[in-house]
T-cell receptor, first 112, second 115 residues
Framework: AQSVAQPEDQVNVAEGNPLTVKCTYS??????LFWYVQYPNRGLQFLLK??????LVKGSYGFEAEFNKSQTSFHLKKPSALVSDSALYFC???????????FGKGTSLLVT | DAGVIQSPRHEVTEMGQEVTLRCKPI?????LFWYRQTMMRGLELLIY????????DSGMPEDRFSAKMPNASFSTLKIQPSEPRDSAVYFC?????????????FGPGTRLTVL
């Protein structure tokens, strides 16, 4: 199946420190990968996506993600975390259907 | 643009009652998705419409669930009769095309509680 896994339920980071939210994907075909963020009582917001090309993808709000084929990972990163980055982060992969996104369970990021 | 609009934002109902959730996608978007979010199962795709036509309803849990899209600017998700296990946050999302190219824009969600 075209799935993703987020191994951490929660990540805690001090403000100003770099943050990483992990995502791995199942080895099958060429993955189209996405990161979304969900703030409390809000819908998901698109951050960035990897389709093809440069392995380092830059997105909204200073976030970036690195596609690593050998490790089948697509970790979300930010050089300096802000308290306002505290939210729920979802990694997703496009399914074989070409329209459905398979979401990970989500990782709660807490920046203090 | 106001983004994807959903109503109501919160719905509390009693078991057995009919519930109708509403969605207005972003103007010009031709793809519409209904998702359900629960703690146990995470985010699940319920149904996908393209150009107002249901393409994939394999995620609809039971016959109690039905969805319609009578025109490009309106969709409904109906549960009849509702059950406590239907309690969840229901999201509507739209995109300008296939998800591989175009990102999905999510509405704020409807938090449904069935007592």
């Amino acid at each position: 199946a075209q799935s993703v896994a987020q191994p951490e339920d929660q990540v805690n980071v001090a403000e100003g420190n770099p943050l990483t939210v992990k995502c791995t994907y199942s080895v099958s075909g060429n993955p189209y990968l996405f990161w979304y963020v969900q703030y409390p009582n809000r819908g998901l917001q698109f951050l960035l996506k990897y389709i093809t090309g440069d392995n380092l993808v830059k997105g909204s709000y200073g976030f970036e993600a690195e596609f690593n084929k050998s490790q089948t990972s697509f970790h979300l990163k930010k050089p300096s975390a802000l308290v306002s980055d505290s939210a729920l982060y979802f990694c997703a992969r496009l399914s074989n259907s070409g329209y459905a996104l398979n979401f990970g369970k989500g990782t709660s990021l807490l920046v203090t | 643009d106001a983004g994807v609009i959903q109503s109501p934002r919160h719905e509390v109902t009693e078991m057995g009652q009919e519930v109708t959730l509403r969605c207005k996608p972003i103007s010009g978007h031709n793809s519409l998705f209904w998702y359900r979010q629960t703690m146990m199962r995470g985010l699940e795709l319920l149904i996908y419409f393209n150009n107002n036509v249901p393409i994939d309803d394999s995620g609809m849990p039971e016959d109690r669930f039905s969805a319609k899209m009578p025109n490009a600017s309106f969709s409904t998700l109906k549960i009849q009769p509702s059950e406590p296990r239907d309690s969840a946050v229901y999201f509507c999302a739209s995109s300008a095309g296939l998800a591989g190219v175009w990102e999905q824009f999510f509405g704020p969600g409807t938090r449904l509680t069935v007592l």
